[in-house]
């Protein structure tokens, strides 16, 4: 009797731990799917940086142009004391699984090494912005200035 309670309670907790996985990944993908749709459209990220890093710029402006199939120009803009760089980047951006996964094709940028990839976890999205943290970094915060 009592191995026919264990095999039962052992078996509802797998039918359950199936079922909670499966509602998870729904959400989850539903999500994905919403975030790809507000992807496309104009995105502003802006950083102002410690003067106590001398090499460091003052403040950082990107505008990110992304394309209703996840393709994207991003310029960038980093003010020094002394000079002010430009740089025009190209590749994708797609959503996957809560995460964004970032792949640059193109960089004007001589030390950014090119094709690479990253990937992001989201940690908030909704139809203004969203913020992603990347592996061994901050968190960065985009926020929507055109559709």
């Given at each position: 009797m009592?191995k026919?309670?264990?095999?039962?309670?052992?078996?509802?907790?797998?039918?359950?731990?199936?079922?909670?996985?499966?509602?998870?990944?729904?959400?989850?993908?539903?999500?994905?799917?919403v975030?790809?749709?507000?992807?496309?459209?104009?995105?502003?990220?802006?950083?102002?940086y410690?003067?106590?890093?001398?090499?460091?710029?003052?403040?950082?402006?990107?505008?990110?142009?992304?394309?209703?199939?996840?393709s994207?120009?991003e310029?960038?803009?980093?003010?020094?004391?002394?000079?002010t760089?430009?740089?025009?980047?190209?590749?994708?951006?797609?959503?996957?699984?809560?995460?964004?996964?970032?792949t640059?094709?193109?960089s004007t940028?001589r030390?950014?090494?090119?094709?690479?990839?990253g990937?992001?976890?989201?940690?908030r999205?909704?139809a203004?912005?969203?913020?992603?943290?990347w592996?061994?970094?901050a968190?960065?915060?985009?926020?929507r200035?055109?559709p």
């Open positions: 009592k026919i309670a264990i095999a039962g309670l052992s078996a509802a907790m797998i039918i359950a731990g199936v079922l909670l996985f499966q509602h998870h990944a729904r959400i989850s993908k539903e999500r994905d799917e975030f790809r749709e507000r992807l496309a459209g104009v995105w502003l990220r802006e950083e102002d410690s003067p106590h890093n001398v090499n460091a710029p003052l403040s950082m402006r990107c505008t990110n142009t992304v394309a209703a199939d996840g994207f120009v310029l960038s803009w980093f003010k020094h004391t002394d000079r760089n430009t740089y025009r980047c190209t590749g994708t951006w797609l959503v996957k699984n809560g995460h964004l996964i970032e640059v094709k193109t940028n030390i950014e090494v090119t094709p690479s990839t990937v992001g976890r989201i940690i999205a909704d203004h912005g969203f913020t992603i943290r592996p061994n970094s968190e960065m915060v985009w926020q200035i055109s």
